[in-house]
């Protein structure tokens, strides 16, 4: 009696212990997980540019309650959020209602040693009030700004299927005099109804940010360099950058 007694407990206190065990090691293996992958990701620095600020307002449809610069700021701070989750480091270039020259946003990223820039803008076109979609920009003649911009894209697409705009090279300051390779983002047409609805969504401004994230994390995964200086010689100036 005294075996059969003592015998029942023990084996509830192993099978315990190895619950525990087991459970120990599900969580290192989780923990090993992330840190199997976070290395990779943690080299990479992000830079966030809300477009605008303070007193450059940018689009502004007061009937609509939509102001670009505070739209942009809360997609910024999202994906900075989102970033940090997925083990990069990343910053505001302005984390506050405040305006800062481009050439300062340029050099506010350059100086941080930054290895991707991604800057947020809502588009706006009032000659025609029916182009709409989000579309991701690069500097024309940077082949890791084009490949960036692709992926994002692509990405942006999942968001809203119905978007149908391509990746296209442009020629803005922040992307030109900023070291690193750059996407700027504008996440839709301020003047156009269907957009504007979209943009005025706290959900739909938290996806576009979740593309933007999902876009970095490919274009770390495939390798591609963080460097565009590189491009900038000759053997990279050669390669066509239409989108
Ligand atoms: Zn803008």
Known sequence: MRAVFYAVPVRHVCAAGLT????IALSASLVFGRIDHSPRHSRLKVAVDAGHGGSDIGAWYPQFGLVEKDINLSVAKTLVRQLEDQGFSAFLIRDDDVYIELGER?????RARADIFVSIHV??????????GAQA???RGSAYGQQLAVFVQEELRKVDPTNDRKAIAADFKVLRETHMPGVL??????????DRQLIMD???RNAVAAAI???IVRYRENGLSTDNRSQRSPGWS??????
């Open 20 to 23: 525990t065990l087991l459970l």
């Open 213 to 215: 994230c999902r876009a």
């Open 123 to 132: 588009n706006r076109f009032p000659q025609d009030t029916r182009c709409r």
């Open 137 to 139: 920009f690069y500097q």
């Open 238 to 243: 050669q390669r066509p950058c239409s989108a």
């Open 106 to 110: 340029a050099d506010l990223a350059n």
């Open 202 to 204: 706290p959900g739909y």
């Open 185 to 194: 983002v504008e996440i839709g047409f301020a003047t156009n109804a269907h």
